[in-house]
């Protein structure tokens, strides 16, 4: 999709697109993350596969909002669920942040397509100004034209509103015969998320989580008091324990002997 040119969905097996400023393009390294390698979000992985799933057959499903900590597996869900699910018809388009002023152009060629598309917006927010998110709105539920049935929006975020939030937001807050109206400055930021019917929290892993992810990833290591200690150190140096932290040590310390 570039210009007035649509794009030809029928040149390309792909499962992935890849949706910014020079128009729509295929992704042929597909991330090989698999659905059964991601550890301590359990809860979060069994709400998205069932709204997925009745999203692939037709019936009631949300667009979802994965929000939290960085590096606790929320990109990495979604590119699992890919991999899980492209079998069964599920395509997904990642849009960035920039792009989704595009976002109307681009539901209006995949409504009528055979297949379900995932919307994929990562890691976003909006500063304050930003207007793009008004075509985010129209396409979750706001606006006279009905969202199309084969398409639903995931995204990701620090943010669990998407936009920021200041302390001076609560000044216009006021309390009217005992009820609490907040300002239009938090009606704003709110409304925003709640048009996203599935909202997953994701929080920095406690230390027995962090291990668990490490051991997964070093299935083979024969001393887990020796390893365990080297994973802790190196979650210490770095401030955090995440998903992405033990990954970040198993690229480090894979084949180091003091590892197994």
Same mark, same amino acid.
């Given at each position: /999709?570039?210009?007035?040119?649509?794009?030809?969905?029928?040149?390309?097996?792909? *499962?992935?697109?890849?949706?910014?400023?020079?128009?729509?393009?295929?992704?042929?390294?597909?991330?090989?993350?698999?659905?059964?390698?991601?550890?301590?979000?359990?809860?979060?992985?069994?709400?998205?596969?069932?709204?997925?799933?009745?999203?692939?057959?037709?019936?009631?499903?949300?667009?979802?909002?994965?929000?939290? *900590?960085?590096?606790?597996?929320?990109?990495?869900?979604?590119?699992?669920?890919?991999?899980?699910?492209?079998?069964?018809?599920?395509?997904?388009? #990642?849009?960035?942040?920039?792009?989704?002023?595009?976002?109307?152009?681009?539901?209006?060629?995949?409504?009528?397509?055979?297949?379900?598309?995932?919307?994929?917006?990562?890691?976003?927010?909006?500063?304050?100004? #930003?207007?793009?998110?008004?075509?985010?709105?129209?396409?979750?539920?706001?606006?006279?034209?009905?969202?199309?049935?084969?398409?639903?929006?995931?995204?990701?975020?620090?943010?669990? =509103?998407? /936009?920021?939030?200041? /302390?001076?937001?609560?000044?216009?807050?006021?309390?009217?015969?005992? #009820?609490? =109206?907040?300002?239009?400055?938090?009606?704003?930021?709110?409304?925003?998320?709640?048009?996203?019917?599935?909202?997953?929290?994701?929080?920095?892993?406690?230390?027995?989580?962090?291990?668990?992810?490490?051991?997964?990833?070093?299935?083979?290591?024969?001393?887990?008091?020796?390893?365990?200690?080297?994973?802790?150190?190196?979650?210490?140096?770095?401030?955090?324990?995440?998903?992405?932290?033990?990954?970040?040590?198993?690229?480090?310390?894979?084949?180091?002997?003091?590892?197994?």
């Amino acid at each position: /999709m570039s210009g007035n040119q649509p794009f030809d969905w029928s040149s390309t097996p792909a *499962a992935l697109w890849r949706r910014h400023r020079a128009g729509l393009r295929a992704v042929r390294r597909l991330d090989p993350v698999q659905w059964g390698s991601l550890t301590g979000i359990e809860r979060q992985q069994q709400a998205l596969a069932r709204n997925t799933e009745r999203f692939l057959v037709g019936e009631p499903s949300n667009n979802a909002l994965l929000w939290g *900590a960085r590096g606790t597996g929320k990109s990495s869900l979604i590119k699992a669920l890919l991999n899980r699910y492209k079998e069964q018809g599920l395509r997904i388009i #990642e849009v960035d942040k920039d792009d989704l002023v595009n976002l109307p152009e681009i539901v209006d060629d995949i409504c009528d397509l055979p297949f379900r598309f995932i919307i994929f917006c990562d890691d976003l927010s909006f500063d304050v100004g #930003e207007s793009s998110y008004k075509a985010l709105k129209s396409v979750l539920e706001g606006s006279l034209e009905l969202p199309p049935e084969n398409v639903r929006v995931y995204a990701t975020s620090n943010r669990r =509103h998407l /936009m920021p939030e200041f /302390m001076s937001d609560n000044l216009s807050s006021k309390v009217e015969n005992g #009820e609490l =109206h907040p300002g239009e400055a938090i009606e704003e930021q709110v409304s925003l998320a709640d048009r996203f019917g599935l909202q997953l929290s994701f929080y920095a892993f406690s230390q027995d989580v962090y291990l668990q992810a490490v051991d997964a990833l070093f299935p083979e290591a024969s001393d887990r008091e020796n390893l365990h200690r080297e994973a802790i150190r190196f979650a210490t140096s770095k401030g955090v324990r995440n998903g992405r932290t033990a990954q970040q040590f198993y690229r480090q310390y894979s084949g180091n002997e003091n590892t197994g």
